[in-house]
């Protein structure tokens, strides 16, 4: 992968509320870098069916969307969404019904590590990348124990349901991640269930704010409360515009000394 986009891109982490798309999005204006958000690529449909639902489509808030999704499609012709991997939704749901959130977040990580590994080889120059609330954690242990309880109970199915099981490793999106100069790791308010509404109503946060994973990826930790003015980036859902440019602003000092450490060592 060429230099410039290992020392110039931005990637964030960090769990679900933790403003990420709002970040990035800001960052990407202040910057002039296209914005890549890893969700979009869930079900992103191919260049020819998005340009057929372009030209059927007359409501012009659905055109503006469809739009940005050609775009996206455009610049990653060749990355698969999950479908195409061999993702099946109703069998997610029934992991989720009858397994708990361990085993839909085991059958689903596969995907996410296989699409990170397709989006950022494919990567034509620097980008802010929003990895999804997710993507930066894999519960390795737990992940063990339900691939071999998955076998015993389904040994016809382990193959099929788990074609890319072997990617199932945090060991694998750390290694993955450790080549740019900045991975951020966002971090929540403590008391963000009583003022973040979107991450206190996910039913994966419970489970995703107890790791510490992310910070293991990253190389440069923030924090959505000012602990000198006692401010936060989002206060219900109240956008605070003055905390987020010192928050983006950080974000690109930290960039800048990254490149300026590389340069030296050059």
Excluded at 2 to 16: A, E, H, R, W
Aim: aromatic letters at 10%; charged letters at 30%.
């Amino acid at each position: 992968m060429q230099q410039k986009i290992l020392n110039d891109s931005i990637i964030l982490t960090g769990p679900v509320g933790s403003c990420k798309s709002l970040i990035s999005s800001n960052l990407s204006q202040k910057l002039g870098m296209p914005r890549i958000e890893l969700d979009e690529f869930v079900r992103l449909p191919s260049l020819y069916e998005l340009k057929q639902m372009l030209s059927e489509q007359t409501d012009e808030e659905e055109k503006q969307r469809l739009s940005a999704q050609l775009d996206l499609r455009q610049k990653f012709p060749n990355v698969p969404n999950y479908e195409q991997m061999g993702f099946d939704l109703a069998f997610s749901r029934k992991m989720d019904l009858n397994y708990g959130t361990v085993g839909w977040h085991c059958y689903r990580k596969q995907f996410e590590i296989r699409l990170l590994e397709e989006v950022l080889s494919s990567l034509q120059g620097p980008a802010i990348i929003d990895m999804g609330g997710t993507m930066g954690v894999a519960f390795d242990e737990y992940n063990s124990y339900f691939l071999e309880e998955f076998a015993e109970n389904h040994p016809d199915q382990l193959t099929k349901r788990f074609p890319h099981k072997d990617r199932i490793s945090f060991e694998r999106i750390r290694s993955l991640l450790s080549p740019f100069k900045t991975v951020v790791s966002l971090h929540l308010p403590k008391d963000y269930i009583a003022t973040m509404p979107k991450a206190a109503y996910s039913k994966l946060n419970n489970f995703l704010t107890k790791t510490d994973q992310y910070d293991k990826t990253a190389t440069f930790k923030v924090s959505l409360n000012d602990e000198e003015t006692n401010t936060r980036l989002i206060d219900g859902k109240r956008m605070n515009p003055e905390r987020l440019d010192r928050l983006t602003d950080s974000i690109i000092r930290f960039r800048q000394m990254q490149r300026e450490e590389q340069n030296f060592l050059r």
